[in-house]
């Protein structure tokens, strides 16, 4: 009798002990993302439905167009672009073309020149309809630009979007770092 005791206080400690050491090496979403930094470390990352997507790949450009970019366009909008692969995350925000004055917050709607959109093919499906997400309305957010030197951008950004059935992700926590 004393000895099922023992096993069975065994047994239950056994069974509290497991599954507190598995979520502990359950990494946190949010610590996966990049420091929100100021230096040009060319990085993007955020949390979608609560998984973080991270672009850390570099600067992208015409010869590598995975990474992270910023373009400053005069007289339009200025546009932050994030692939690590084939999804894509873009916001475009108006400031007529100049620098905007730091600290500056943008809402992101439906308007072209102020929106942001998450493409998601990764089932290798072309870009369409139910894999395009795009600020609208009803589903909206914003972008900060917290620092600008004119060759680094950052900042952090959330948005809402939609996709044209109707169905919504949820981007948060959102933090770039730019070198242009």
């Given at each position: 009798?004393?000895?099922?005791?023992?096993?069975?206080?065994?047994?239950?400690?056994?069974?509290l002990?497991?599954?507190?050491?598995?979520?502990?090496?359950t990494?946190?979403?949010?610590?996966?993302?990049?420091?929100?930094?100021?230096?040009?470390?060319?990085?993007?990352?955020?949390?979608?439905?609560?998984?973080?997507?991270?672009?850390?790949?570099?600067?992208?450009?015409?010869?590598?167009?995975?990474?992270?970019?910023?373009?400053?366009?005069?007289?339009?909008?200025?546009?932050?672009?994030?692939?690590?692969?084939?999804?894509?995350?873009?916001?475009?925000?108006?400031?007529?073309?100049?620098?905007?004055?730091?600290?500056?917050?943008?809402n992101?709607?439906?308007?072209?020149?102020?929106?942001a959109?998450?493409?998601?093919?990764?089932?290798?499906?072309?870009?369409?309809?139910?894999?395009?997400?795009?600020?609208?309305?009803?589903?909206?957010g914003e972008?900060?630009?917290?620092y600008?030197?004119?060759?680094?951008?950052?900042?952090?950004?959330?948005?809402?979007?939609?996709?044209?059935?109707?169905?919504?992700?949820?981007?948060?926590?959102?933090r770039?770092?730019?070198?242009?």
């Open positions: 009798m004393k000895c099922n005791l023992v096993v069975s206080i065994l047994l239950f400690a056994i069974c002990i497991f599954p507190s050491c598995k979520k502990a090496n990494p946190d979403p949010l610590s996966q993302l990049p420091a929100a930094t100021h230096s040009g470390a060319n990085t993007l990352g955020c949390l979608v439905n609560g998984k973080a997507f991270l672009v850390n790949v570099g600067l992208a450009n015409w010869n590598h167009p995975l990474g992270v970019s910023f373009s400053p366009y005069d007289g339009y909008s200025w546009e932050i672009d994030g692939k690590p692969d084939s999804r894509h995350l873009t916001i475009r925000f108006n400031e007529s073309g100049t620098n905007p004055t730091i600290p500056s917050t943008f992101l709607t439906t308007d072209y020149q102020s929106r959109e998450f493409l998601n093919p990764l089932d290798g499906t072309a870009i369409n309809g139910n894999n395009e997400f795009v600020t609208n309305v009803s589903n909206t972008i900060t630009i917290s600008y030197d004119g060759s680094v951008i950052a900042g952090t950004f959330n948005f809402d979007a939609a996709n044209d059935s109707g169905v919504v992700v949820h981007i948060t926590d959102g770039f770092d730019i070198r242009q």
